[in-house]
């Protein structure tokens, strides 16, 4: 028999009523929930009132840490001012024109409209709309086909998950959907064949990838997504050279490039985009996350006129372009991230991460000496580690082992809450997060791995 509601712990109340994202449901009972009460800096609390660095800014996103008065000020100002409002037939209003037009000043190659949304997912299953709409308007209805790359992680409704090549995102879902196709991960660590350089391995794959497309047939095959950084995947940092070689070849094929900015953007890997970081140019560009530092949801898609063109013709044909969410744009979350982008802009938050960055990539480059750790990698403010039973050889542990979500358990219980891909443990702190927290995020991180390290021995 259920006891009173209010006589009832948060903990008790949640294994009562809550289906957890991305959680052993069958475990979760006996698991019982982490509460977390408030956050402050960089630093979230649980209801006993102990503090964790949060390493993954949540879910990559709470750029500007926890406690920023100003977004919640801009909430609370837009509340009172229109609390809702919305694009669709004709209407606008202020706050959503202006967050699309700063961020086409923003965009790092010419785009042409912006498309607002409320998650990533969405921004990305638009995307995906948005290919098959102007392959039609343009009268070449087969070609529809979309690469994506094995560990990509684009979202999880039923199309984005398709393309998200993780198998936890598709095993028992009965996905993928028809029409997506799989290229290689560009880990080189994992991936490169023996004494292959990230240049030859680069050529390598965009061979494959050509490869693939004339196996195809170009004329079935419309667009490749692609993370500038993977970062469910395992925070992939892409070989010397990768970009430019895939680009050359979706160019020769006139297949579309979409870049899923949704970790990426706003200052995480050092440049505004991580499509500046790496020489990309996408002709549509999906931002969500830092976009409003995770206060709000919101994501984006940007658009070139080589899409928006065809679209809006097909739209006038048809008589409507019949897509659009309740929640795209949202006020609130559009008067969020314009403040968001404001801070960013009189905080030079670009400045702060080539501040800290190094710290962050020193530190875990520093690890490569612990026994358990076989690759550091990362750039700007994201990195991982990746833990190998053997580092001669790169032998990965037994995925029974799950070593990762050891570790990860580890650390949470010494104050640093991080996230395990497998065996890479990730970290993408706040970018507000100073040098003396990226010390201490990483003391934490190294007493979880000896612990870890003596265990395992
Ligand atoms: N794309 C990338 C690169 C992501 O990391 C995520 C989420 O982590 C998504 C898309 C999906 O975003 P959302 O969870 O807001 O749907």
């Not at 609130?332 to 030079?348: F, G, H, K, M, P």
């Not at 358990?409 to 996230?419: D, F, N, S, T």
Request: charged share 20%.
């Amino acid at each position: 028999m259920q006891t009173h509601a209010s006589n009832r712990t948060i903990a008790e109340k949640d294994v009562d009523s809550v289906l957890h994202p991305y959680t052993n449901l069958k475990r979760h009972p006996e698991v019982g929930p982490l509460v977390i009460t408030r956050g402050q800096g960089v630093r979230v609390y649980d209801e006993a009132g102990r503090d964790y660095i949060e390493g993954l800014a949540g879910l990559w996103c709470t750029s500007l840490g926890w406690g920023e008065e100003r977004l919640v000020e801009a909430a609370a100002r837009q509340m009172r001012q229109l609390p809702f409002y919305h694009l669709f037939s004709h209407k606008t209003h202020d706050v959503g024109v202006e967050l699309c037009a700063r961020l086409l000043a923003m965009a790092p190659v010419p785009m042409s409209k912006v498309f607002l949304a409320g998650s990533g997912s969405e921004a990305n299953d638009t995307a995906i709309k948005l290919i098959h709409y102007r392959a039609n308007a343009l009268g070449t209805p087969d070609k529809k086909k979309i690469i994506a790359r094995e560990k990509a992680y684009h979202g999880v409704t039923v199309a984005t998950a398709s393309l998200t090549g993780l198998v936890n995102n598709q095993r028992s879902f009965d996905l993928p959907i028809p029409g997506v196709l799989r290229a290689a991960c560009p880990h080189h660590y994992r991936f490169a064949k023996d004494g292959e350089s990230e240049e030859d391995f680069s050529t390598r794959l965009a061979g494959e990838l050509e490869a693939m497309i004339l196996a195809e047939g170009p004329d079935t095959v419309a667009a490749f997504f692609a993370e500038p950084v993977m970062g469910a995947g395992g925070v992939i940092v892409p070989p010397a050279g990768y970009f430019p070689k895939i680009q050359a070849v979706l160019d020769r094929y006139d297949v579309l490039l979409v870049v899923d900015e949704v970790i990426c953007g706003f200052g995480r890997t050092g440049k505004m985009f991580g499509t500046e970081t790496f020489g990309i140019r996408p002709d549509m560009m999906t931002l969500a996350k830092g976009l409003s530092s995770g206060y709000a949801p919101i994501s984006a898609l940007m658009v070139n006129e080589r899409v928006y063109g065809p679209v809006a013709e097909e739209s006038g044909r048809i008589g409507v372009f019949g897509h659009g969410y309740t929640y795209g744009g949202h006020p609130v979350s559009a008067a969020v991230a314009l403040e968001t982008l404001n801070i960013y802009a009189e905080r030079d938050i670009l400045a702060q991460v080539a501040e800290v960055g190094p710290v962050l990539q020193d530190g875990l480059r520093a690890l490569r000496g612990h026994p358990l750790v076989g690759e550091a990698r990362g750039v700007g403010l994201i990195g991982a580690v990746e833990l190998v039973a053997d580092k001669a050889n790169r032998a990965p542990f037994p995925p029974e082992l799950a070593v990762g979500a050891r570790v990860v358990a580890k650390a949470q219980a010494k104050g640093v809450i991080l996230r395990a891909m497998g065996d890479a443990v990730a970290f993408a702190p706040p970018l507000v997060i100073s040098k003396a927290d990226i010390a201490e995020m990483l003391r934490r991180f190294g007493l979880a791995l000896d612990e870890a390290h003596g265990e395992l021995g």
